[in-house]
């Protein structure tokens, strides 16, 4: 079996599903703690597995770098490797490469580029990227894809969404079904018509789910925002849609009320380890003077490590001090906080009290879009310089 995919229930547009992969089961909607490198930073395994985590991403790109393919496949694959044994999804590296700049030429064939590590000349092609995934194992791969820059005109955004089409068309014909699932990747900017575009080319490829690509890289979040609601209806209801790289808790709600299903960003991760910390009633920055003598829990209706055991005063001093088990406490609470927050979306489109739940959201976060907390792709201790 490689997938399979059913709905549950809907509420308005947004999807209770469940998704089989080799490796488990995942109920959606779905976020995927990144674990850019096989491992999600300042969290083990097993942690992850008590947040409650049922399906982590890891990133083609840096894997390739070090340790190799070559050495993972000789280690048994990916799962293996790291110490999880649930389902895995690996991005192909695509936007990685995108932020090289200088360092990068894309072309029909693939993209050449150099390693950030060690300037080594390297390529990724479409085979090549499936083929990696392949090797690795991993239950859900995705295609090699040109990301558009913002801003970007449209002429250059259309040879981006053609180059995708190319490369998906290749990446589809080195796709066996029976080794792994494979998902397309709608790019097109904010150009609807470019985004039309891109999705019926992609759907008519049958690919095993699709992905929404090419958003938080600098567009305006009403630009954002559009994009999501108009590339979710345009793919097929019968497949599993990932949003890429795009994680606020106002911005995952969104994307669950468009009908997306999986998710995934840095952003709980990365913010927890500059003290920016997430619970029900909002942000809370823990390094601010005022948490020095606070003794409640980061959250107290959170059942975390964290907040089963030490205080807000106690991290405060950690995160300052630049302690890292700070930073270990601060990522297991802001991971359990996003996998318990989509726990509670999947709730709430079972019982058909979603806008409830949206309002409650909002008012908690009612700007998500400050630089601390904006979305990224990948993961700063693990990006390109």
Known sequence: MSLSFKLLAVDGLARRGRLRLPHGVVETPAFMPVGTLG????MTPSELEEAGASIML?????????PGIDAIASMGGLHKFVGWEGPILTDSGGFQVFSLGALRQVTDRGVAF???????????TPESVVEAQVRMGVDIGMILDECSPWPVDKSDAEIAVDRTTHWAERAREAWSKESSSMFGIVQGSVYPDLRIKAAEQLVALDFAGYAIGGVSVGEPS???????????????????????????????????????DL??????????????????????RIKNSRFKTDTRPIDDTCECVACRSVSRAFVHHLIRAGEITGAVLATQHNIRFYLDFVNQLREAIVSESLAVLASEVRESYPASDSPVESSQSYDSAGSIP
């Open 39 to 42: 491992a999600v930073k300042a």
């Open 58 to 66: 890891a990133n083609l790109y840096h894997l390739s770098l070090r």
């Open 114 to 124: 150099q390693s950030h590590l060690d300037g080594q000349a390297l390529e990724l």
């Open 222 to 260: 009403n630009n954002r925002r559009a994009v999501v609601e108009m590339s979710s209806e345009l793919l097929p209801a019968a497949k599993p849609r990932y949003l890429m790289g795009l994680g606020t808790p106002v911005d995952i709600l969104h994307g669950v009320q468009q009908g997306v």
């Open 263 to 284: 998710f995934d960003c840095v952003l709980p991760s990365r913010n927890a380890r500059h003290g920016v910390l997430y619970t029900k009633k909002g942000v809370l």
